[in-house]
């Protein structure tokens, strides 16, 4: 079945550090995929999406490519800030009438 | 701008009671979810509504019903709620059926003692 695997948190970097979160997907056919955001005490939201092989999704500074050859949806940002700090959840979808799968979430946490 | 409006935001039952937590979304979408969200588990559906009228099973459907009362309203109900079943639950809505956009209301904390 289709399926997301998401590094495992926490992960706490200082404001201004590289972030990578690490996503690989397993699923047949073309998927599209997702990068949703908690907030604290919100519920998710979009970030950003990529729909097919070597798009590159982005949004608020992050970036994330969808990588065929590696099954890999890994989100990114160059320097974060403290309001950075939310789970990130990396998410699957096949067209149709399936809803989407999503992965176990990564907590960030930034510190000044 | 409401969106998706979830009730109540906290309760806590004793195990065996029953109750129903309630979403309403206001942007005229076709698809209505429910998602439980624990440690270590991260997001997992309980049930869906494609569109009005038609309610299917998630993952982890056991110990709940759902009612897909108009194309608004999706609630969610616990018949005999379980320690098991503590947890945040999230109500979400599509556009136009099952997509990937999700829109999520805030949750509703729920323990049973």
């Known amino acids: 079945g289709n399926s997301v695997t998401q590094m495992e948190g926490p992960v706490t970097l200082s404001e201004e550090a590289f972030l990578t979160i690490n996503c690989t997907y397993t699923?047949?056919?073309?998927?599209?995929l997702f990068w949703y955001v908690q907030y604290p005490g919100e519920g998710l939201q979009l970030l950003l999406k990529?729909?097919?092989?070597?798009d590159k999704g982005s949004n608020k500074g992050f970036e994330a490519t969808y990588r065929k050859e590696t099954t890999s949806f890994h989100l990114e940002k160059g320097s974060v800030q403290v309001s950075d700090s939310a789970v990130y959840f990396c998410?699957?979808?096949?067209?149709?009438?399936?809803?989407?799968?999503f992965g176990k979430g990564t907590r960030l946490s930034v510190i000044a | 701008n409401a969106g998706v409006t979830q009730t109540p935001k906290f309760q806590v039952l004793k195990t065996g009671q029953s109750m129903t937590l309630q979403c309403a979304q206001d942007?005229?979408?076709?698809?209505m979810y429910w998602y439980r969200q624990d440690p270590g588990m991260g997001l997992r559906l309980i049930y869906y509504?494609?569109?009005?009228?038609?309610?299917d099973k998630g993952e982890v459907p056991n110990g709940y019903n759902v009612s897909r009362l108009n194309k608004r309203e999706f609630s969610l109900r616990l018949e005999s709620a379980a320690p098991s079943q503590t947890s945040v639950y999230f109500c979400?809505?599509?556009?136009?059926?099952?997509?990937?956009?999700?829109?999520f209301g805030s949750g509703t904390q729920l323990s049973v003692l």
């Open positions: 979400a809505s599509s556009k136009q059926g099952v997509n990937e956009k999700l829109f």
């Open positions: 699923a047949t056919g073309y998927p599209s």
């Open positions: 990529a729909t097919k092989a070597d």
């Open positions: 998410a699957l979808w096949r067209a149709g009438n399936t809803p989407l799968v």
């Open positions: 942007m005229n979408h076709n698809s």
């Open positions: 509504s494609a569109s009005e009228g038609t309610t």
